[in-house]
């Protein structure tokens, strides 16, 4: 039987280069069936004061990698704000196949001697030089010298310039445009929120397509919605830079389930009833549309089933724990590890973010926010117990808890993901993620404040 081959490539990839999507190319090339980018977490040792934040660092990465078959990012010490050392990836990704890690040449330098960096600083590296499997990048005039290879060694010669990304960095600090060192996608991003300068990265943003390229996702049982997707097939792509999202905020909220990863913005025309969140017109010629674009939050949702299982889900607008019986739900709600209320007796408790605030949150009394502000919206539902309880704003690094104080099964309280119903759960805990957001795009005419408003106060149905 063939074992699949798998080369584990870690870096900041801050910004990822020309130079990297290069390597990932070349190594599926030379029969890796698989190749894993690994974006490196905070080290304690070192500082990163000049690096792109973790959901700036998410995106880049996504953007630079993709449409490489075979070829996929991993966010995971991104997300848990770690940076997982080398020789733990062999048992990592075991089940995908056998492990080759991707160095520099210059890591090996002094091997012979154990005096290489994989051997001196890596921790457990003595050990993982003698028994990992490496893939050494070097320039095809100056390959390794032999003797300072590990015992499995596959040498991999790169033509493709390489330049450091602190050099790139600083380039953009100092003005200058990062060019063709990076895919034309990340610099188009890098550009749109003043990524490595002195400016403060935006949550709102301008955005004209010299050449729109569409993924259109329509509501397929609404006929105004596939009629008015008939009037942009023509700038359909599969190579898409825009996703156009016709229906109402539902379609939308399934649009991005399916495509957040893709890291383009979302379109929304609506074809629905309120559409909160989405266009109410746009022209033909999207090329002429300038574009207001607001980068919005998603959460991670992690929840600890009967089982005492953790699963992580994330949410676009909401999450919620409500009762699943006739007795009232007891929840105890913890606010970044401290306790803020050690009882709450009613039917359930949802965060919602900005989006989310003027959908299920303000059925529950909630007041909708703007899509800017940066707070999460603690909301309750049918709350006897604390009296006169009100929803909360927090500030979106709030990491909120919620644990079900029932040890009796009287109580059960079952999960909801943005709608979607995850089974009984003992407790749910919900924060802004480090590593996924959404933009979503809205023509200059869009009033954000009318449509608040409206959300606020819908129209009459009667006549």
């Known amino acids: 039987m063939t074992i699949r081959k798998v080369a584990v490539f870690t870096g900041s990839f801050d910004p990822p280069t020309t130079f990297h999507r290069k390597v990932a190319q070349l190594l599926r090339e030379r029969g890796f069936d698989e190749v894993i980018l690994r974006l490196t977490g905070p080290r304690c040792d070192r500082p990163d004061a000049e690096h792109a934040a973790p959901i700036h660092r998410s995106t880049m990465a996504d953007l630079a990698f993709r449409n490489l078959p075979g070829v996929s990012v991993d966010h995971s010490d991104l997300d848990d704000g770690r940076s997982l050392d080398d020789h733990h990836f062999d048992s990592l990704y075991a089940n995908r196949g056998e492990v080759w890690h991707v160095v520099s040449a210059d890591f090996l330098t002094g091997g012979r001697a154990g005096e290489s960096l994989i051997q001196t600083v890596w921790p457990k590296g003595s050990e993982l030089w003698k028994s990992g499997r490496f893939v050494a990048l070097h320039s095809p005039d100056s390959p390794p010298d032999t003797a300072d290879l590990p015992p499995v060694c596959e040498l991999v010669p790169v033509r493709e310039e390489h330049i450091p990304t602190a050099d790139i960095r600083l380039r953009v600090f100092l003005g200058d445009d990062p060019g063709h060192a990076v895919p034309e996608p990340v610099a188009e991003y890098i550009r749109r929120y003043r ?68 890291r383009i913005p979302f379109l929304g025309l609506n074809a629905g009833t309120l559409g909160f969140i989405m266009n109410e017109a746009l022209p033909d010629d999207l090329t002429t549309t300038e574009l207001v674009v607001y980068r919005m939050p998603m959460l991670r949702v992690e929840t600890t089933g009967m089982d005492d299982k953790v699963t992580r889900g994330l949410a676009y607008s909401d999450a919620w724990v409500e009762r699943d019986s006739g007795q009232a739900a007891w929840l105890r709600v913890d606010v970044d590890g401290h306790t803020q209320v050690p009882k709450v007796v009613g039917d359930g408790l949802l965060i919602a973010t900005p989006s989310g605030s003027s959908a299920y949150a303000r059925a529950m009394g909630a007041t909708p926010v703007p899509l800017t ?68 795009a809205f023509t200059p005419q869009f009033d954000l404040s009318a449509r608040l408003l409206r959300s606020m106060f819908p129209p009459s149905e009667e006549g």
């Open 195 to 262: 990524l490595f300068t002195d400016a403060t990265s935006p949550r709102e943003t301008r955005l004209k397509l010299s050449e729109p390229r569409l993924l259109i996702f329509a509501d397929e049982a609404n006929k105004r919605a596939q009629a008015g997707a008939a009037r942009f097939r023509h700038l359909e792509s599969d190579d898409p830079n825009m996703i156009l999202v016709l229906g109402g905020d539902g379609t939308m909220l399934a649009a991005i389930r399916k495509h957040w990863r893709r």
């Open 373 to 440: 502000a940066p707070v999460l919206t603690l909301a309750g539902s049918n709350v006897f117990r604390p009296r006169f309880w009100k929803p909360v704003a927090l500030p979106d690094t709030a990491v909120v808890r919620l644990t079900n104080l029932d040890a009796t099964g009287k109580r059960p309280i079952r999960a909801f993901i943005d709608g979607h119903h995850v089974g009984w759960v003992k407790a749910m805990e919900v924060g802004v993620s480090p590593v996924a957001a959404v933009e979503l």
